[in-house]
């Protein structure tokens, strides 16, 4: 008998015959019928043993070998073709690791411009220690779902690109996405799982928490963090700046008038601001100057009036100058700040515009200045995403208390890109709203998800607290292709690939639902996500997670209603008929799905651009190159209008517009202007107001930003390059090329 | 300008082509109409193209103010080119026809209001598109002064008129002209 046995990698372990009686025990039981007895399988065991010993045979496939002869020389075929396939696998997995590592060598490697591997996520910088590390992560971890994890069908299903199962490589671990109130977690103060924060006590410390807030919760899901009620939030922080201001500059002026020490000064402001009935406040200053010469002597009215008008004048100026400060500092943080081991930005975003307190009109105020004056040296940010709400009687029309703000946001957006804009007054979003209570207003998250009605509890269709748990994306042009131009086959493909959405969908749930308080210190532990708050540390997180929404996404309904009827729905209206048709059947479907189990099963426009790429790129493989389907380098996105078809933006927005309703779990649509917008408001707001006319949910608008080919500077480039200050048709010398180099990523070279 | 009651209608115009919704021609959202034929001859022309007054194609006012009245968004038309005030009848017939529907008429010329003064005495519809005229861009593009930072302007020695100014300063023409004995 060989005492040694060499294994596939050449090392030698010592030979251990019950191995190849457990394997064979595993072939004979997973056939269920010709059942080899205790005694048979030790008979069988021998007999290869001593052929073994016979032929001096050592190596694991060899062994292997004569396991599979010696089973079928018995009679046991089935087990023995058991035995076979059991090894097949293997040698599959096998060969899968050695795939791995293959990537994990490009990985480690190559340059992240050479690899598409390493630039998958645009956000991740593959170059550096820690984005390459991450990318290790997840690599390994896709690997082990798809190998032993998945469902067999949907493992497939995603492989081949019938869907897409977004963020895979996270199916064992988290949930998209999360709304957060930061009024209820600054209360008291919070830990972010790394150390204790108390309650912030200025504008600056709010700004400054909000960022830490993104950036913890952001370690713990793999989606973008959002906060639904920024003015509402940080409103809370002007307050409290505003008040110390006022007392400082009451002491001051005392100090002065009165020639008080400072200390003396600080005194007796305190004894004069004592017993009245309320704080002063940015928006109450008459009232408040009222009644604090209501409360003191004739004597001390005069002197108290001159004091009171000083510090409200003192207080507004020093809290609107610190509040620029904290918002601009919020943008420059929330860009450079690190989360994911170092390797990325939060991927954040901000929604506002519906606080009417003079606290709530001073953060947006200056958030949106902020914006636009852009960072460093002008530059345009990435983050946050904002979102402007839009709601009549309170910032839509000019008689409304906000219209200043909204009129500020367009100018900001013509020039930065950034805020988008959503409708409060659509139909599917007012139903939700109650006057005054942000937690009924409809926030986005960037890149357009929308969480708010609950069919797991009625009673809270709310926005905070609550997120996406995943969403999953069906292939609809190969649906097209598939249904060869029959309509009818084209719908029972499609419920074929719901149903098999819908259990991915759950499988991930029920993965998702396993998890405890403890895998999510910040979310679960500081009662970020709904109801967590009543949960004790060990606790599984599947009840309060029923608040999140399971998504069902579809991308390319242009080229699959080209595959059908030869044109897609912004050439013809049959097509728009059906195209409306098709995501109504989707609605419907995630509705009933929703009813039958109580989950929020929802309807998502997919926004994932990379996506859409690995579709078509898979479908080319597969059917050839098609016009007008797969003659292009992206599936267009979720039920858009294709970017290369000329639409007038009224048609666009007439055309879309439907399908915001449909897609309740989220929608974006595009309006794209040829031109500086910043010189032409009147047309943005042309646009933004006809979006709200015609019923779309959220909206931007896009124009495209001048860049400069020498120094890459992208913005509005007037005569003279903000960045580099050329002028045009002149150059830059290549030393001061270098120096840009260092502070700006994406200088050319 | 006053507006004339009463505008004949004119049946065809030259244009190189239309765009459709701009942001660049104007305020708002424009109907951008480029005619066709232009004897200016500016150096640097960033529409040389609609210079030769064979090219393009025939259209009429009705057409034109057919596309136009589709879209809802817009704020009005603008009259480029190619040089406007070498087909004044028909545009000035469909600057009418826009004006009725309640939007503006941005025009674009080479020309001088002072240079347009003397030409409308030989052309009178010269005169009634200045009329329907709610703004302006006037004076030859001189590539030397060239100036992106106004936005409707494409170099400094340009003006933007509205239809006040361009009356007011026609008026000073006439007068400048009623004081040159014989004329």
């Known amino acids: 008998m060989a005492k040694q046995i060499v294994k596939r990698d050449g090392c030698s372990v010592l030979f251990d015959s019950s191995k190849i ?101 645009a956000n991740i910088d593959g170059d550096t220690a820690m984005g390459t590390m991450l990318r290790y992560g997840s690599e390994g971890s896709k690997f082990f779902i798809d190998n032993y994890v998945l469902p067999k069908d949907a493992a497939a299903g995603h492989a081949n690109g019938d869907i897409h199962i977004h963020d895979k490589d996270f199916y064992m671990l988290t949930e998209t996405c999360c709304q957060i109130d930061l009024i209820r977690l600054f209360k008291k103060g919070f830990s972010t799982g790394h150390g204790y924060l108390r309650e912030p006590n200025s504008i600056e410390s709010y700004a400054a928490l909000a960022c830490i807030a993104l950036q913890a919760n952001q370690n713990e ?27 400082a ?120 200045l902020a914006t636009k004056a852009g960072l460093g040296n002008g530059e345009t940010s990435i983050f946050p995403v904002q979102i402007f709400k839009v709601k009549a009687g309170v910032s839509f029309n000019p008689e409304d208390p906000n219209y200043d703000l909204f009129r500020l946001a367009m100018e900001t957006s013509a020039r930065r890109l950034f805020p988008n804009f959503s409708f409060l007054d659509a139909p599917f979003n007012a139903q939700y709203y109650r006057e005054g209570d942000y937690n009924s207003e409809v926030a986005y998250m960037g890149c357009r998800t929308r969480v708010i009605g609950n069919v797991y509890d009625t009673e809270r269709q709310v926005t905070c607290g609550r997120g996406n748990l995943s969403f999953t994306t069906v292939n609809l042009p190969r649906l097209g292709l598939e249904a060869k131009g029959n309509t009818a086959a084209f719908f029972t493909l499609l419920d074929e690939r719901i149903d098999l959405v819908f259990r991915q969908l759950l ?66 209206e049959q097509a728009q008929a059906l195209g409306l048709q098709i995501v109504q059947h989707l609605r419907r479907r995630a509705d009933e799905k929703a009813r ?69 779990a989220g929608h974006i649509s595009y309006v794209e202007l040829d031109g500086d917008a910043s010189k032409n408001l009147e047309a943005f707001e042309t646009i933004v107001r006809f979006m709200h006319a015609q019923g779309v949910g959220y909206g931007s608008i896009n124009h495209p930003l001048d860049r400069d080919p020498v120094c890459g500077y992208i913005g509005v480039i007037d005569d003279c390059c903000p960045r580099c200050g050329r002028k045009e048709g002149e150059g830059v010398s290549e030393e001061a090329l270098l120096q840009l180099k260092k502070q700006y990523h994406d200088v050319p070279m | 300008m006053q507006r004339n009651a009463s505008l004949p209608c004119v049946h065809s115009l030259r244009v190189h082509g239309v765009v459709e919704e701009s942001i660049v021609d104007g305020p708002g959202l424009r109907f951008v109409v480029f005619t066709q034929g232009c004897l200016h001859g500016c150096p640097g022309c960033h529409n040389p193209a609609t210079h030769s007054f064979g090219e393009g194609y025939e259209t009429t006012p009705q057409a034109l103010l057919t596309q136009f009245a589709t879209n809802p968004l817009l704020a009005g038309v603008t009259f480029s080119g190619g040089e406007p005030f070498l087909q004044p009848e028909p545009l000035a017939f469909l600057a009418k026809q826009v004006h009725a529907l309640g939007k503006t008429v941005v025009v674009y010329t080479g020309y001088t209001l002072e240079a347009l003064y003397p030409l409308a005495q030989e052309r009178p519809a010269v005169a009634s598109l200045l009329e329907q005229t709610d703004l302006l861009i006037d004076g030859p593009y001189v590539a030397a002064l060239r100036e992106l930072d106004s936005g409707l302007k494409g170099s400094s020695n340009q003006r933007i008129l509205d239809n006040e100014a361009i009356g007011s300063l026609w008026n000073v023409l006439q007068l400048r002209q009623g004081n040159v004995p014989n004329g």
């Open chain 1, 221 to 247: 899901m793999h989606g973008g963090q959002s906060i639904p009620n920024f003015d509402f939030a940080m409103a809370q922080g002007v307050n409290k700046t505003f008040r110390k201001e006022y007392v």
């Open chain 1, 249 to 368: 500059a009451f002491a001051c002026f005392l100090e002065v008038k009165n020639e008080l020490d400072a200390a003396e000064a600080v005194a007796r402001t305190e004894v004069l601001l004592q017993g009245l009935p309320y704080q002063p406040t940015l928006g109450n200053g008459e009232a408040f100057g009222q009644a604090l010469l209501a409360c003191h002597g004739e004597t001390m009215r005069p002197l108290l009036a001159k004091t009171h008008l000083h510090a409200t004048q003192k207080a507004i100026q020093a809290t609107r100058r610190r509040t620029y400060q904290a918002m601009e500092a919020f943008i420059h943080n929330l860009n450079t700040m690190n989360s994911r081991a170092g390797a990325q930005v939060p991927f954040s975003s901000v929604n506002y515009g519906t606080d009417v307190s003079a606290e709530g009109r001073m953060v947006v105020e200056n958030l949106l």
């Open chain 1, 596 to 664: 039958e189990t109580g989950l929020n099963f929802s309807l998502i426009a997919t926004p994932a651009e990379g996506l859409s790429g690995r579709f078509v790129a898979l479908d080319k493989q597969r059917y050839g190159t098609l016009e007008g389907i797969t003659d292009k380098d992206y599936y267009t996105n979720s039920f858009h209008v294709p970017v290369s078809f000329s639409i007038a933006a009224f048609r666009k927005i007439q055309l879309e517009a439907p399908y915001h309703a449909l897609t309740n």
């Open chain 1, 21 to 121: 009686l457990n394997a064979i025990a595993k072939a004979n039981k997973a056939v269920g019928e010709e059942e080899i007895t205790a005694t048979g399988l030790l008979f069988v065991t021998e007999e290869v043993c001593r052929l073994l010993e016979a032929r001096s045979l050592s190596n694991v496939e060899e062994i292997q070998d004569v396991v599979e002869e010696v089973l079928i020389r018995f009679g046991f075929s089935k087990t023995a073709k058991a035995y076979i396939l059991y090894r097949a696998e293997h040698t599959k997995i096998r060969d899968a690791e050695t795939y791995l590592m293959d990537i994990y060598k490009k990985l480690t490697w190559a340059p992240a411009k050479e690899e598409d591997i390493k630039r998958e996520n």
């Open chain 1, 507 to 572: 499988h991930r749930f029920k993965v998702q639902g396993s998890k405890k308080v403890y895998n999510y210190p910040f979310l679960m532990g500081q009662g970020i996500w709904l109801d967590s708050e009543h949960l004790k540390w060990e606790d599984s997180i599947e009840e309060v997670l029923k608040h999140g929404t399971l998504t069902i996404g579809f991308i390319g309904l242009a080229e699959a209603l080209y595959a059908l009827l030869g044109k897609h729905h912004g050439q013809c």
